[in-house]
């Protein structure tokens, strides 16, 4: 099963050029799909709809989409009547196989007044997966901030793991005649976490190594893929300014559950990717 996580931001790539086909190329082969910056009437690509347009290219996929910015500025038509033409920014799951329930978890921010700060949030997914059922989250956090990002992490955390205990979008279920979804404690976190290894943020998403046996397998901390298999992320890039190319950095992960790090294989960047100033990071677990 191969997953991929690619921040597309809304489709504008390094040359400054809106191109919807380029990332589809990219993202060919993939069973799981993780999508952040994904629009709906965003003025910087035109006002398209990237949410249609990407379940029209990802036919054989199952699709989810949620947006924690939601706004519309009161545009009205040459009638006067409301449009209903609403800015959505937003995350996005495909998956080769049915997403039973999903839900928007929306993160904690803070009030700006000199920079725009977006309301964030992690898209969960129910996959009925060949491993089994399996949580797949589509994460995006802060990008200016330090201490938003370790709010926004400890409540993701928070939520991730309290799963098996509170239920996903629905539990008792039989109630309204639905079959119960099943409730699985493994989980995999992919998307733009906008933290560098080794910072704060890091060591609070995958604990602190001992300073004897290292980083230990343990139930509450996610594992990071790239430290299971190839490289680690010291070093490696996963954005970098289109206007400074030595402005880069590996912000973006893939993190699975302990109890499913043993079943992953592989584990890489596609450097080459050019539809964003992010690239796709990919893994793969049997």
Same mark, same amino acid.
């Given at each position: 099963?191969?997953?991929?996580?690619?921040?597309?931001?809304?489709?504008?790539?390094?040359?400054?050029?809106?191109?919807?086909?380029?990332?589809?190329?990219?993202?060919?082969?993939?069973?799981?799909?993780?999508?952040?910056?994904?629009?709906?009437?965003?003025?910087?690509?035109?006002?398209?709809?990237?949410?249609?347009?990407?379940?029209?290219?990802?036919?054989?996929?199952?699709?989810?989409?949620?947006?924690?910015?939601?706004?519309?500025?009161?545009?009205?038509?040459?009638? $006067? +009547?409301? %449009?209903? #033409?609403?800015?959505?920014?937003?995350?996005?799951? &495909?998956?080769?196989? !049915?997403?039973?329930? @999903?839900?928007?978890?929306?993160?904690?921010?803070?009030?700006?007044?000199?920079?725009?700060?977006?309301?964030?949030?992690?898209?969960?997914?129910?996959?009925?997966?060949?491993?089994?059922?399996?949580?797949?989250?589509?994460?995006?956090?802060?990008?200016?901030?330090?201490?938003?990002?370790?709010?926004?992490?400890?409540?993701?955390?928070?939520?991730?793991?309290?799963?098996?205990?509170?239920?996903?979008?629905?539990?008792?279920?039989?109630?309204?005649?639905?079959?119960?979804?099943?409730?699985?404690?493994?989980?995999?976190?992919?998307?733009?976490?906008?933290?560098?290894?080794?910072?704060?943020?890091?060591?609070?998403?995958?604990?602190?190594?001992?300073?004897?046996? $290292? +980083?230990? %397998?343990? #139930?509450?901390?996610?594992?990071?893929?790239?430290? &299971?298999?190839?490289? !680690?992320?010291?070093? @490696?890039?996963?954005?970098?300014?289109?206007?400074?190319?030595?402005?880069?950095?590996?912000?973006?992960?893939?993190?699975?559950?302990?109890?499913?790090?043993?079943?992953?294989?592989?584990?890489?960047?596609?450097?080459?990717?050019?539809?964003?100033?992010?690239?796709?990071?990919?893994?793969?677990?049997?």
């Amino acid at each position: 099963m191969k997953c991929v996580t690619y921040n597309i931001q809304y489709g504008i790539g390094r040359d400054d050029r809106y191109d919807l086909d380029r990332i589809v190329k990219s993202l060919e082969g993939a069973d799981i799909i993780a999508l952040q910056e994904v629009t709906r009437n965003f003025p910087r690509n035109g006002g398209g709809d990237m949410v249609a347009g990407l379940a029209a290219a990802f036919p054989d996929h199952f699709h989810v989409f949620a947006a924690p910015l939601d706004i519309d500025l009161g545009a009205r038509g040459s009638d $006067g +009547r409301p %449009l209903n #033409a609403r800015l959505q920014f937003g995350n996005m799951l &495909l998956s080769r196989w !049915p997403i039973a329930s @999903s839900r928007n978890l929306l993160l904690p921010r803070s009030r700006t007044f000199e920079r725009g700060n977006l309301q964030r949030g992690a898209l969960e997914g129910l996959v009925l997966s060949p491993l089994g059922p399996v949580r797949f989250y589509c994460v995006h956090l802060d990008h200016v901030s330090h201490d938003e990002r370790m709010m926004q992490l400890r409540h993701l955390k928070e939520r991730v793991l309290a799963y098996p205990l509170e239920g996903g979008s629905i539990t008792g279920a039989r109630e309204f005649g639905f079959p119960e979804p099943p409730c699985p404690e493994e989980f995999v976190l992919m998307g733009d976490f906008n933290m560098r290894p080794g910072r704060p943020e890091y060591e609070l998403m995958v604990g602190e190594p001992d300073s004897v046996y $290292g +980083r230990r %397998l343990v #139930a509450h901390n996610p594992v990071d893929v790239s430290r &299971l298999v190839g490289d !680690p992320p010291e070093g @490696s890039t996963t954005w970098l300014d289109p206007k400074d190319a030595s402005k880069r950095a590996r912000l973006d992960y893939c993190f699975v559950s302990a109890s499913l790090a043993h079943k992953v294989k592989a584990a890489w960047i596609d450097a080459d990717a050019a539809g964003s100033d992010h690239q796709p990071v990919w893994f793969e677990i049997e």
